[in-house]
């Protein structure tokens, strides 16, 4: 979740803002909030099947991974900068809101401990700079990719690359969740970074050859359906192959979707979708447990998915209420957290 007003690879020619870009962050959030939404759902509630984690199942081998493709795709220019700017940016950018929300969701567990699976303990509060805590593990892998792509910078792509798919394949199950998703996820940031000049030329491809795109995405969607359920999508080369096979899919479709001005709402939600990313568990939470608690719905699916439209939707009203309010830290990062000479505030980039 990068900032996309960043201007692309000099091979590439985007405008100032890339709207199929937004249009794929707006899919993945909001994927990412149902399937936390759905599975605590499930849970929670003792079912034994839903329709809504059928689609958490089916997105899990790309929604993530897309994720990052996405977040490495302007690597290339924040390496340019100076020392001071980049770790401003992509260090203390992420360590504030990491922090800030780690507060927040603390205070909520404790707030709702008798409400659900929210316990925790002193270790996890130590832990927090080396253990990322619940739906905040991505701010803090993100940090880490960024200032170990940093640090490997000279290192030629090919190299990079094979190195991060070495490492992907690789049995790395130490217990630690810093380290098992670094050696998980870092392929795919790698590979938006490296590759990104290929993923802008899929995405005018599926503009100029609509139809064509269609088919080989339903092709695509139906492979990763066919590993999902086969049970191989986590084996390392079919989960090559289906992270990028799905997460190409949905950037073609989208990128199509977007140049004939449809659903303009997702590219909306995906400007913003950290702000959705930060808060989307709190509304998402007690609007799940709420309807669960008072019988009003008692279908799980309708309860998954009407906590999922809330969670996605309430950061989104609730920042436009607060962004010119003292409360306006909780989104944006006050000067006296910036390394930047020039005073001013920087909004949480999504």
């Known amino acids: 979740m990068t900032d996309v007003t960043q201007t692309a690879p000099q091979t590439a020619t985007p405008p100032s803002r890339i709207d199929w870009i937004d249009y794929v962050k707006g899919v993945t959030i909001i994927l990412v909030a149902q399937m936390h939404i759905s599975l605590g759902t499930m849970e929670s509630m003792g079912v034994s099947h839903m329709w809504m984690v059928d689609i958490v199942e089916f997105a899990r081998p790309f929604r993530v991974p897309l994720f990052f493709m996405i977040a490495g795709l302007f690597v290339s220019r924040s390496l340019q900068w100076n020392r001071a700017k980049f770790i401003d940016a992509k260090l203390f950018h992420f360590v504030y809101f990491y ?33 990322p805590i619940s739906t905040l593990w991505f701010i803090h892998a993100l940090a880490i990719f960024f200032m170990v792509t940093r640090l490997l910078k000279n290192v030629p ?43 802008f030329n899929l995405a005018e491809f599926a503009r100029q050859n609509a139809l064509r ?19 191989i999508a986590t084996k390392p080369l079919f989960g090559l192959l289906a992270a990028f096979g799905g997460g190409a899919a949905t950037i073609a479709l989208l990128s199509v979707a977007a140049d004939h001005g449809r659903l303009k709402w997702l590219a909306y939600i995906g400007q913003r979708s950290l702000y959705v ?44 209420l607060i962004e010119k309010t003292p409360l306006a830290f909780l989104f944006v990062r006050p000067d006296m957290f910036r390394m930047s000479e020039e005073p001013k505030l920087m909004p949480a980039k999504a």
């Open 157 to 199: 792509p090919i190299i990079l690359m094979s190195a991060a798919v070495i490492l992907y394949a690789s049995p790395v199950h130490t217990g630690w969740g810093a380290i098992d998703e670094f050696a998980d996820r870092y392929v795919f940031f790698v590979a938006g970074y490296v590759g990104a000049q290929y993923f």
């Open 99 to 131: 922090f800030l929300w780690a507060a927040i969701q603390l205070t909520v567990k404790i707030g709702l401990s008798g409400y659900g699976n929210h316990a925790f303990s002193l270790n996890d509060i130590l832990l927090l700079p080396f253990e």
């Open 213 to 231: 795109v269609f088919a080989g995405s339903i092709g695509a969607f139906a492979m990763v359906y066919f590993f999902v359920e086969a049970g």
């Open 277 to 320: 990313y930060l808060a989307f568990f709190l509304p998402g939470a007690v609007v799940r447990i709420g309807l669960a608690k008072t019988g009003f719905i008692e279908n799980a699916d309708l309860i998954a998915l009407s906590a999922t439209i809330v969670a996605v939707a309430a950061p989104l009203i609730g920042f436009k």
